[in-house]
């Protein structure tokens, strides 16, 4: 009657770790895709660094492009009219560099904040391993 009991016992608790085992497994496959999330936003981010540089070389050209127009505006007296609609067109092309620069920021402050998101619930999920360890 007794090695029963410690049989059934012995089963349940064989059930029981097996069980734990696959929630682990689990677990910590979670954490490796979370921690890939986060690598790829990370990425991203960084992506997204390396495109406002970018952006902000082209601003500077494009300012340096301005300055050159604008002495070239003064020496050119029978061309004002042009050149007044090229410099329109242009300060709309920078407005609309800007913009996107605004715009890339965000993305890449809204990548940081999902980055910190997903260590925070990497971080959740390692303590929640260990809890079962």
Known sequence: MVADEVRNLAGRTREATNE????????????SSAI??????????QDGLERNAKVASALA???????AAGEQFA??????????????????NLQSIAHTN???REVVANLADTARELEHLASQLRQEV???R
């Open 75 to 92: 020496a050119i007296t029978t061309a004002t009219s042009e050149q007044s609609s090229t410099a329109t067109v242009l300060s709309a």
């Open 61 to 67: 050209q494009i300012s340096e492009q301005s300055d």
């Open 20 to 31: 734990i085992s696959t929630m682990i497994g689990s677990i910590q496959s979670e954490t």
């Open 130 to 132: 260990e809890r079962f």
């Open 36 to 45: 890939a999330t986060m690598e790829h936003g990370r990425q991203l981010m």
């Open 102 to 104: 605004g715009e890339q």
